[in-house]
T-cell receptor
């Protein structure tokens, strides 16, 4: 069973640029969630995709957008990068949204640095 | 407002010195509480799910328990390799199946 994978591992961008982060969900999982984690903080929910549809969104501006593909892999796009976007971006997949099987399993993360 | 609070923020133990980490939560309709371990610069590693008050789960030196208002992660005779940040999280469903995390407890175990 393959776990959650993310790419790239690290990324350095400058303010105003755009970035795309990628995630492959664990085998058999149809739900993908994205989180942003600042140093010393717990992860903050960005949004969730369930069977290719956005299933919920946290308090992030519209310049954070995403996609989920038919194979349930996912992308996170961030436009007009700001310095405060520097963080560890985490992808998590789960078998179900609610009920049994709703445990979310995380990938290794992408460390984004905005200069 | 749904909220998760962990204490202490940091905990330093000697090898073999048992202790407990606390996770207090306020959510409308608990549908599970998750514990994760996170090593520096890495993604959280799933440890346990607890669904109902009174439930307990164990894994090696770790034991998680759940009441109606809080969860405890008990660490028995810890080893240096148990050093990590421990996160608890609860799912809420008014914004999809998002997890609300506590800020974590940074555990350091010295030999």
């Amino acid at each position: 069973e393959t776990g959650v994978t993310q790419s790239p591992t690290h990324l350095i961008k400058t303010r105003g640029q755009q970035v795309t982060l990628r995630c492959s969900s664990q085998s058999g999982h149809n739900t993908v969630s994205w989180y942003q984690q600042a140093l010393g903080q717990g992860p903050q929910f960005i949004f969730q995709y369930y069977r290719e549809e956005e299933n919920g969104r946290g308090n992030f501006p519209p310049r954070f957008s995403g996609l989920q593909f038919p194979n349930y892999s996912s992308e996170l796009n961030v436009n007009a990068l700001e310095l405060d976007d520097s963080a560890l971006y985490l992808c998590a997949s789960s078998l179900e949204v609610t009920g049994a099987g709703n445990e979310q399993f995380f990938g290794p993360g992408t460390r984004l640095t905005v200069l | 407002e749904d909220q998760v609070t962990q204490s202490p923020e940091a905990l330093r133990l000697q090898e073999g010195e048992s202790s407990s980490l606390n996770c207090s939560y306020t959510v409308s309709g608990l549908r599970g509480l998750f514990w994760y371990r996170q090593d520096p610069g890495k993604g959280p590693e799933f440890l346990f799910t607890l669904y109902s008050a009174g439930e307990e789960k164990e894994k090696e030196r770790l034991k998680a328990t759940l009441t109606k208002k809080e969860s405890f992660l008990h660490i028995t005779a810890p080893k240096p390799e148990d050093s990590a940040t421990y996160l608890c999280a609860v799912p809420v469903y008014n914004q999809g199946g998002k997890l609300i995390f506590g800020q974590g407890t940074e555990l350091s175990v010295k030999p």
